[in-house]
């Protein structure tokens, strides 16, 4: 049984687990990071690819500290998408640069009368019928459009490029296990049908493994308090994404506004094999359709998306759905955190446990995870890591396919 040594073992393969992977290594750390199945997969190759930066927030006149967390982040991302310091994502796919909000009926002006003082500091510009992209056209009198700063991201190029450079710090198993006793780690095991187990040991572990940060924790014994088996620093709120395609729809990438504090629907699009356009649609229909099956989600789905682009004809496109186990550090409350989660469980000496909140928290997220483990204001240089244990370079690893390119995807 092979066993791999580092000085921190970072568990989980999506945005958080790579993104401080990097960091760690840029900072001179012997890091290793290990993941079940293809990287990404789970909550980040489900996301939008949304670099939020806080106008969402700043509408409900609420989640300040959210808001202003978020913009941190956003020069960490303008650094990292220009190939400047650690983390070098030029060759992550922008799809756009810019996001629309746009209203329903007359909703615009009582909706941005209320944030006004926040939002439109923040870069909002009001977008007049001739420069609406074609998703606009035919709109009635009445819909407002307004521009966002904020970019978005193809998901699976964005791992892509996070794990360029480093797959030879980087070990892949069909099954990942923690090992320990009384919440002191010991051991990390990877397994692969018909490949030997690894055995990864290190002085430190970080667990970014998202919802797998439970059976992790649970795995080792560590005391949790109320929830036991790791659960109890950690909640779930599960969404049911909708994907929608046809050759008539348009791109759009924005957030249909309504009455409520939240935006009623998030599209964004990209392209699937065959270049049929694809909307993903989160948001309100995400949230509230957890309770729903397939055929009541893709009813309801459509039904909101007719409402919120009235004049956009659905004709002819079909319908999937894709239930995501979205994971976070535990709020008392049980309400969303408005920063990234990253804590040392209860008798785990040796542990950090991360949860990002957002895709667009990972760099602030990494940063806590490296000043939690004391290697904070290490000079920092882009790394140019060593496969493990010295040896021929393994086979980069696998990335997660996007949801609507995933073979035996069942559309209406």
């Keep these: 049984m092979p066993t791999i040594e580092a000085q921190v073992v970072v568990v989980g393969g999506g945005i958080a687990g790579l993104w401080t992977l990097r960091e760690l290594l840029g900072a001179g750390v012997d890091a290793v990071l290990v993941s079940r199945g293809p990287l990404g997969g789970g909550q980040t190759i489900g996301s939008q690819g949304i670099v939020h930066g806080g106008i969402k927030y700043a509408l409900g006149g609420k989640a300040q500290r959210a808001s202003q967390s978020l913009a941190e982040t956003v020069g960490s991302w303008r650094a990292a998408l220009a190939g400047r310091g650690i983390v070098d994502l030029r060759a992550a796919r922008v799809l756009t640069d810019h996001q629309y909000l746009w209203t329903t009926g007359g909703l615009g002006a009582r909706v941005f009368g209320f944030a006004a003082s926040r939002v439109l500091r923040s870069g909002v510009t009001v977008v007049r019928a001739p420069e609406r992209p074609d998703v606009f056209n035919g709109a009635p009198p009445g819909i407002d459009v307004y521009r966002v700063e904020e970019v978005v991201l193809d998901p699976e190029s964005l791992v892509r490029a996070l794990a360029a450079d480093v797959g030879v710090r980087i ?28 055995t990864l040991v290190g002085a430190h572990y970080v667990l970014a493994a998202g919802s797998g940060n439970a059976a992790l924790l649970g795995s080792i014994g560590s005391v949790m308090g109320p929830g036991a088996g790791g659960e109890g620093l950690m909640q779930r709120r599960p969404l049911h994404m909708v994907m929608a395609r046809g050759a008539a729809l348009r791109p ?12 009623r629907a998030t599209i964004t699009t990209q392209p699937d094999r065959g270049g049929r356009v694809v909307w993903y649609i989160g948001g309100g229909p995400a949230e509230s359709g957890v309770l729903l099956d397939r055929a009541e989600q893709i009813e309801a789905a459509r039904r909101e998306v007719a409402s919120c682009l009235p004049w956009v004809s659905l004709a002819g496109v079909e319908w999937a759905t894709l239930r995501i186990d979205r994971a976070e550090g535990r709020m008392p409350d049980g309400s969303r955190p408005d920063e990234p989660v990253v804590l040392r469980p209860a008798e785990a000496s040796n542990v950090v446990a991360a949860w990002p909140t957002k895709l667009a928290f990972a760099p602030l997220c990494a940063r806590r995870v490296i000043r939690a483990l004391g290697f904070e204001g290490r000079s920092s240089v882009r790394p140019a890591p060593a496969p493990i244990g010295g040896g021929d370079a393994p086979a980069e690893p696998t990335v997660a396919r996007l949801p609507w390119n995933e073979e035996g995807l069942e559309w209406s």
């Design 171 to 198: 070990v892949q198993g069909d099954q990942v296990r923690a090992c320990g006793d009384g919440g002191v780690v010991e051991r990390v095991t990877a397994r692969s049908d018909g490949v030997e187990e690894r």
């Design 252 to 263: 759009i990438w924005g957030h249909c506004l309504g009455a409520g504090t939240l935006p």
